[in-house]
């Protein structure tokens, strides 16, 4: 399945205006008796393999004019704080490797990025360096409430007397010192003394429609995983669970082996004994208890359908014919003289014809850009991704209850190395990107490339008698990808030599799809008992823009129809249009969509800032394709973790104190998450100050078996 995700594309100078366990079992860390064990132990094997490392050995090499403050910890810095970290009783720590699932445990330690405020004294006057944080996360587990907390270390570099933690809670909407229930402390129960037993309890039928069974054993020949997040009613925590075949072959098509069978589990609290099978549904029937499932079943009321199982259908190798010519090699792009650009490597700076900005990476986001200058003044302060959602629908109870937000698996551990010549030109520069998790440096080498590439059209031309004059359209892009689960995404940013920036996701891989039984209404049928489960991608971006200083207004402009007189017209009404023109005023009018036809045009301007014919400075924001926002109104699987989704553009007041549109734990408190969106809209004015557009791209996907590739974008 292949999807291009092009983002938004801002447009403009600073001159005149005019893809539960649909995620792999290695990434859901829901596989047999593993947990989150599982997690690192793929980080390590993907990131420890020897490879060459070809940081910066075609770009010029060049000193950024400031240090990097959006770039992660050091080694020794992350060292240090753990280390510091672990020698604070009241934080009862244990070693990830020793510890067990009623132990607390220090999942992550980065950079808190400095607020905005701190970084412009540095960035644009003659301040000094920002003070330097640590944001951690802990997941306390010795408790029979388990919870994770974000928690600030600091300042740094650690020492004794002056360094402190203290519960990190001004970033969140939701103000209970940084805690957020854990609904995943039990993991390896959850298998080893819940789901495995409940499949036990029905071997001998899935041995009767499939021969096949999953009990926890080395030769089990199916899987068993279910809905994300889990379905929440205040304390009740409930999941539906569904069987999936196990691939026969190295190709990673777990997503697409449906069997058709599933259970409803009431999994509240951490007494394992007291969880209850709550029913069972297969082939459009619900039956309340195992036993009536299992009565029916034998004495024959059941009617049985076949599986889906994995073979040459759902692979990637090459099948059926070549083509004539197929066999030969095909055109590359080379860089003839070289590189046309400059980066200072470590500290993650790149220059490029009259661009500059700044590199920075985390575990939940990935790559993100700061300080984005235009000949030298700055277009926006930070761009980057917040979130990733896929919302799916259907008939069964698996489909229905799916709604990933991929930051809770993370962006950053899974972007890794860069194939070259396929992801990007081989000519490229590749960088190292690194992160810290579970008291371990992961460093992917070759995870983010920067290369020029020329697009296969000019930017502009024109022909008459006389003469013909083309301009070559290239462009600068650095790109990463990140394969969470069963989407590969790789996030694209482009800067352009007339002052536009292009942003774009394309996203490949397997889809997650259904059982083809009563699901019609919600998908194509696919295969043989497969269905194209239909779902939305939304993916959350935050534009920062700075036009000519950080006071700026987000304007409107619409072609309308018009009917009207003129001098001219000797009284005659004239049918035409014309444009009508407003602003922004608060956050009451902050959340809208592109409007139909395109006729609604989109700038954030500088309103003191006039060019020579009295129009304001600023840029253009406009979708070239697939932007999209949440179909589902008010779904009943997000609640309220995921209210950004629910428009297309979203303009809000910048503050310190809403950095992100989400948080990586949203998933696990829908109803009352750490980060609720709607609060960042609180009626205030968007008039000339510093302001955020949150921006969506993404498309409604309903796969088939014509073409499994999509474009959306911005």
């Known amino acids: 399945m292949k999807l291009l995700t092009a983002a938004f594309l801002i447009f403009g100078t600073l001159v005149p205006t005019a893809a539960g366990l649909p995620k792999a079992p290695w990434v859901q860390q829901r596989t047999k008796g593993h947990g989150r064990k599982l997690f690192g132990a793929s980080i390590e094997k993907r990131g420890q393999k020897v490879r060459d490392d070809c940081v910066v050995k075609a770009a010029l090499d060049i000193d950024a004019p400031k240090e990097n403050i959006w770039a992660g910890l050091t080694e020794l810095e992350a060292v240090s704080i753990v280390e510091w970290m672990f020698a604070q009783p009241e934080l009862n720590l244990t070693a990830s490797e020793d510890a067990g699932s009623w132990d607390n445990t220090l999942l992550l330690v980065e950079l808190m990025r400095p607020n905005k405020t701190d970084a412009l004294s540095y960035v644009d006057d003659a301040g000094s360096l920002p003070t330097r944080y640590a944001h951690a996360v802990i997941s306390h587990q010795a408790d029979e409430n388990p919870y994770y907390q974000d928690i600030l270390v600091g300042p740094l570099p650690v020492a004794n007397g002056t360094t402190a933690w203290s519960a990190l809670e001004y970033p969140y909407t939701r103000k209970t010192e940084g805690k957020i229930r854990n609904l995943d402390a039990d993991e390896d129960a959850l298998y080893d003394e819940w789901l495995f037993q409940v499949s036990a309890t029905v071997s001998d039928i899935t041995l009767d429609l499939w021969n096949a069974t999953a009990l926890g054993l080395d030769n089990d020949t199916l899987s068993i995983w279910g809905i994300d997040p889990v379905y929440q009613e205040g304390d009740q925590i409930m999941r539906w669970d569904t069987f999936w075949s196990n691939p026969s ?61 994995s073979g040459p259908w759902a692979e990637t190798d090459q099948q059926g014919t070549i083509p004539p010519l197929d066999t030969m090699a095909p055109p590359v792009a080379t860089a003839p003289q070289g590189s046309r650009y400059n980066v200072d490597a470590e500290r993650k700076y790149v220059e490029w014809m009259g661009w500059s900005f700044y590199i920075g990476f985390d575990r939940d986001s990935g790559m993100a850009l700061y300080d984005i200058r235009y000949k030298g003044q700055r277009v926006l302060y930070e761009l980057g991704l917040q979130e990733a959602l896929a919302h799916y629908a259907g008939s069964d109870p698996t489909q229905s209850h799916t709604a990933y937000l ?46 020029e590439f020329d697009a296969d059209h000019p930017m502009a031309r024109h022909s008459s008698a006389e003469y013909v004059t083309a301009t070559k359209n290239v462009y600068f892009t650095v790109r990463s990808v990140s394969t969470v689960g069963n989407y590969d995404y790789m996030f694209s940013y482009s800067f352009f030599m007339d002052g536009s920036i292009a942003v774009e996701v394309r996203a490949s891989g397997y889809i997650q799809a259904a059982f083809f039984a009563k699901n019609h209404d919600y998908g194509f049928h696919i295969h043989d008992q497969l269905s194209g489960s239909m779902h939305d991608h939304v993916l959350n971006f935050k534009a920062d823009f700075d036009i000519l200083g950080t006071e700026n207004t987000v304007q409107l ?46 700038f954030v301007v500088n309103q003191d800032e006039n060019n020579k014919y009295g129009e304001h400075r600023g840029y253009r924001i406009l979708p070239y394709t697939g932007a999209a926002h949440l179909t589902v109104k008010d779904s009943s699987v997000l609640k309220n973790s995921a209210k950004w989704a629910e428009h297309d553009i979203m303009v809000s007041r910048r503050k310190d104190t809403e950095p992100r549109s989400t948080h990586t734990y949203n998933n696990q408190d829908t109803e009352n998450p750490p980060v609720d969106f709607s609060k960042f809209f609180d009626s205030e004015s968007l008039n000339q100050t510093d302001l955020v557009l949150w921006l969506n791209l993404g498309m409604h996907h309903v796969p088939h078996t014509v073409r499994q590739a999509t474009r959306i974008g911005l």
């Not at 999994?267 to 309340?288: A, L, P, Q």
């Not at 009207?564 to 009018?589: A, H, Q």
Request: aromatic residues 20%.
């Open 249 to 309: 072959t190295i190709f990673d098509v777990g997503s697409m082996m449906p069997m058709g069978l599933f259970f409803m589990s009431d999994v509240s609290g951490r007494d394992t004994s007291k969880w209850t099978v709550e029913g069972w549904y297969y082939n459009g029937i619900f039956y309340d208890t195992t036993e009536d499932f299992r009565a029916a079943y034998w004495s024959g009321k059941v009617e049985k359908l076949d599986g889906n199982w």
């Open 406 to 451: 991929d930051t809770y698996y993370g962006f950053g551990p899974f972007a890794f190395e860069l194939l070259k010549g396929y992801d990007c030109p081989a000519y490229a520069t590749y960088l190292n990107s690194s992160f810290y998790v579970s008291e371990t440096t992961h460093t992917h080498l070759n995870s983010i490339c920067l290369f």
């Open 557 to 602: 402009m619409e072609q309308v129809p018009h009917k009207t007189t003129y001098p001219w017209s000797k009284g005659k009404v004239f049918n035409t249009m014309k444009l009508n023109r407003s602003y922004v005023e608060n956050e009451d009018e902050g959340q809208f969509n592109w409007g139909y036809n395109n006729q609604k045009q989109v």
